[in-house]
DNA sequence: TTAGTATTAGACTTTTTAGTCTAGTGAAAG
DNA sequence: CTTTCACTAGACTAAAAAGTCTAATACTAA
């Protein structure tokens, strides 16, 4: 399938840029000059610089995030173990520990100022959300954790603590600091865990 | 001192653009709309946009975040009480909850590509860090927290998770939602309490 | 091969951007 | 009163922005 060759090369420079300089300091003509591809073309798949981002969070920065993060039970493993896992392996991630959350910048950026970008983004924190909340529910019904432990109060909590840390300015950012703050997210389940 | 007067009008705009819609989004002319002055008394004040920015960062940001964040040791209170009566204040806070923190925000979209303003922007994180560091030191001191506390760790998380939260989506976003969320931060800290 | 459609090419337009320039105004000091 | 200088005023410029347009070209199916 050569036909959508021109369309997936400017999804993957709009996803570069969009996550280097944000949305409003990118720029049209930059994204095409990247990917090789003249205006025309980008106006044929896209209507505009708006509609060319909006499929980009679809269709790359989407799947992007269900790579960084697996909030899933890993196999063989307590669910504490596997957010510790995950955690790990989060903080391994070069890109996401040096540029940050990809989502969540363009959260801050966006959502205040743009509501078709705010329900696009808002969907995958809910879906995120909902995933992290399920894992912990079923750490509760399998009696690994006390049920006392508010799943849907702290997996919100856990989103935003972990794009808090992770989109900090990259001066500040290393995956030790990555380690080392998110341990307490951690030792705060783990009040939960029955032993 | 009327002579300041277009300066300090100025600088309000630019706080309230610049929080609005980001640095990249907000434009000089819009800013001059708002303060009601003109193009000549801005280029006489200030050398560029960013440096209006800048100056705005540190005569406007910093101070207004002396205002939200207030990491002292509350008269007649615990080290913990007083954690806990500044995040009630916050919750408190409509700008704040309802438009995240403003030196975050600017950190999100301009550490990654501006030295200039990513050197700013850490100097104030360092000295709220150094703040509540200090203030978690003398709560250990104190004999009120476990000496095995990593009050500088722990700090950079408050932090991380305090900024995470309050940034996320205006939707996502309310009084209730910030209580729920920092509770768990104050049970962490609760962890390490001697009674 | 040919007709028809999808894509490419990039020059062009319009709007907006940051920043410049020069003439003027007003207050304060001599 | 007058000189002086900080400030005002906004028209102007140059660059960059998003988006348009038309003609050429490459596929694809008949």
Redesign the interface.
Known sequence: MKKQSARQLLLDATFEEVY???Y??TSVDRILKKASVPKGSMYHYFGSKKALVLAMVEERLFPKMDEFFHFEKHKGCTVYESFRNTFAAMSRNRPLIE??CPL??L???L???DKDF?KL??EK?NQMHKGIAMLLKQGIDEKEFDESL?YL??A??ML??????L??????SSPK?FI??S??LL??LN?YRIY
């Open positions: 280097t300089y944000g409003a300091a540029h940050g969540y910048r959260m801050v950026e959502s205040p100022v705010d983004l808002i924190y508010d109060a702290f919100a909590f935003s603590s972990v794009w808090g840390i989109s900090l300015s990259p001066s500040l600091v080392s703050q341990r307490f030792d705060e009040r």
